[in-house]
């Protein structure tokens, strides 16, 4: 079965950019379509961003619209998803989750497999 492992996460300033990647482990990307949640502290896990399988589709939360840009690279088995622009609410652990089928989801349930998460904080 393939395990995500994401990475990538740090400290930035409000404004700034990063790159948060995620590796498969033990499987093949290019099997599963993938997403991106993000859970802020006291708050419930949300989604993100998703991708399909082969990158043909791409799905934003209103709240990153514009400022994030989910892609894939199936040659490399990683996904990726480019911040800019970043806020302080957008200070969160992130997750990036796998699931069968070539379609993206925002629902959490239908995903199959979760990586262990990288945090993300942005502060002046």
């Known amino acids: 079965q393939v395990q995500p492992v994401e990475s990538g996460g740090g400290s930035v300033q409000p404004g700034g950019s990063l790159r948060l990647s995620c590796a498969a482990s033990?499987?093949?990307?290019?099997?599963?379509?993938t997403g991106w949640f993000r859970q802020a502290p006291g708050k419930e896990r949300e989604f993100v961003a998703a991708?399909?399988?082969?990158?043909?589709?791409?799905y934003y939360a209103d709240s990153v619209k514009g400022r994030f840009t989910i892609s894939r690279d199936n040659a490399k088995n990683s996904v990726y998803l480019q911040m800019i622009s970043l806020k302080a609410e957008d200070t969160a652990v992130y997750y990036c989750a796998v699931r069968r089928g070539s379609g993206y989801s925002v629902h959490q349930f239908e995903y199959d497999y979760w990586g262990q998460g990288t945090q993300v904080i942005v502060s002046s």
């Open positions: 991708i399909s399988r082969n990158g043909g589709g791409t």
């Open positions: 033990g499987g093949t990307f290019s099997s599963y379509a």
